[in-house]
Nanobody, 116 residues
Framework: QVQVAESGGGLVQAGGSLRLSCAASGSILSVNVLGWYRQVPGKQRELVATRTSGGRIVYADAVKGRFTISRDNAKNSVYLEMNSLKPEDTAVYYC??????????WGQGTQVTVSS
């Protein structure tokens, strides 16, 4: 059973930065999609950033220019660098990995709170 675990969340002031990490228990060399999503209470989970196996990267309009998704195959890890954070970025952030062999896995989530 593959496991995916996020870390790096926390409390930060508006304008600050955080780096989220997502570690997979298996190799991420053969994945279709690596992604970050977020969810606030009472709302649907929404896409923050995704990166496909072909290298295509998509960002939500709300985070373009501030967030960057990246990967480190040697560490089986995906990262989300978040800069110029705003109170509206407050949410639980989830890592999502879709492997080419058909397995889709979500992490347990990490809380990001941005104070004004």
């Amino acid at each position: 059973q593959v496991q995916v675990a996020e870390s790096g969340g926390g409390l930060v002031q508006a304008g600050g930065s955080l780096r989220l990490s997502c570690a997979a228990s298996g190799s991420i060399l053969s994945v279709n999609v690596l992604g970050w999503y977020r969810q606030v209470p009472g709302k649907q989970r929404e896409l923050v950033a995704t990166r496909t196996s072909g290298g295509r990267i998509v960002y939500a309009d709300a985070v373009k220019g501030r967030f960057t998704i990246s990967r480190d195959n040697a560490k089986n890890s995906v990262y989300l660098e978040m800069n110029s954070l705003k109170p509206e970025d407050t949410a639980v952030y989830y890592c999502y990995i879709s492997w080419a062999w058909g397995g889709d896995f979500w992490g347990q989530g990490t809380q990001v709170t941005v104070s004004s």
